[in-house]
């Protein structure tokens, strides 16, 4: 079973640049899709990002494609989620998911698809 810690949430301006990090213990991580999803208040969570177990394959939500680049460190434990060109409606509390595959092209984008979840980091972005 994996555990997975986000960081780096925090206030920025629009059109500033985030990096969250997803640290993972207590499983293989390769074994594992990695996906980040946000809920904003008041809102349904929502898919943004989604990585195959090897980083060769990713897949983004319309709202990302573009701005965000999801990536990971196997060797680290850890994935990543490179926010560029910041807006408000990013404002949210960001989280990381596992699912266990090593399938090459499976990049699940719904969340029951995940069965490991972190706590989330606030992002907020100030216009």
């Known amino acids: 079973q994996v555990q997975l810690v986000e960081f780096g949430g925090g206030l920025v301006q629009a059109g500033d640049s985030l990096r969250l990090s997803c640290a993972a213990s207590?499983?293989?991580?390769?074994?594992?899709?990695m996906g980040w999803f946000r809920q904003a208040p008041g809102k349904e969570r929502e898919f943004v990002a989604t990585?195959?177990?090897?980083?060769?394959?990713?897949y983004y939500a319309d709202s990302a494609k573009g701005r965000f680049t999801i990536s990971r460190d196997n060797a680290k434990n850890t994935a990543y989620l490179q926010m560029n060109s910041l807006k408000p409606e990013d404002t949210a509390i960001y989280s990381c998911?596992?699912?266990?595959?090593?399938?090459?092209?499976?990049?699940?984008?719904?969340?029951?698809?995940?069965?490991?979840w972190g706590q989330g980091t606030q992002v907020t972005v100030s216009s």
């Open positions: 998911a596992a699912t266990r595959s090593q399938h090459s092209t499976y990049l699940p984008i719904l969340s029951y698809e995940y069965a490991y």
């Open positions: 990585i195959t177990w090897s980083g060769g394959n990713t």
């Open positions: 207590g499983g293989t991580f390769s074994n594992y899709a």
